[in-house]
């Protein structure tokens, strides 16, 4: 049996003229989906906002702020289509080696405790749970926790 081929994928750093198709894709995500306005607030804020093209067609994207020699992944998203095929481990490495390029020595984020895929994906990247925040997400019925993860780049 032979490996699956790693998908060929340009990163580029997000602008204003992108939110629009980002704030749509993340509706197509999530059930409760970050609105335009994060979006914007993230790009005016200075954070690294990524966009992931595959054939010229934007498949994933992804905020991640910078605070001293740690960065917090904010949001990292593949659109439902591409999802399960190889995008969201190559733009995780991507998003490493950017960090590193930058001084990083580590990455902090979090998790859903009922999202199994991007706890599966955070796993196997090495990624190991420091903590907990209470009611931290919107939930169908009332708040749920997160799971905060560590990574040592
Ligand atoms: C989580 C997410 C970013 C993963 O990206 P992806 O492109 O689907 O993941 P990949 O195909 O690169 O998978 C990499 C590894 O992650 C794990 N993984 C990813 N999705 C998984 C799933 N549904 N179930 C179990 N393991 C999964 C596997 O270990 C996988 O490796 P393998 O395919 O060799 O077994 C993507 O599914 C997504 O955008 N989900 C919705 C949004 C979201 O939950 N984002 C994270 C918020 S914290």
Known sequence: MSAVPKPRLEFQLMEIADL??????????????????????????GYRCWLCYQNDFMV???????????VHLLNISVVPERQRSGVG??????????????????????VRPSNESGRALYRR????????RRDYYPAAHGREHAIVMLLDL
């Open 20 to 45: 629009e198709a980002v704030a749509a894709a993340e509706q197509r995500i999530y059930p409760f989906p970050w609105t335009h306005g994060n979006f914007a607030d993230s790009l005016a804020a």
């Open 89 to 110: 481990g190559a733009f995780f490495e991507y998003l490493f080696e950017d960090a590193r390029s930058r001084g990083a020595n580590r990455m902090l984020l979090e």
């Open 125 to 132: 990247y090495g990624f190991t749970v420091i903590g907990h």
């Open 60 to 70: 994933a994207y992804a905020v991640v702020m910078e605070v001293l020699e740690e």
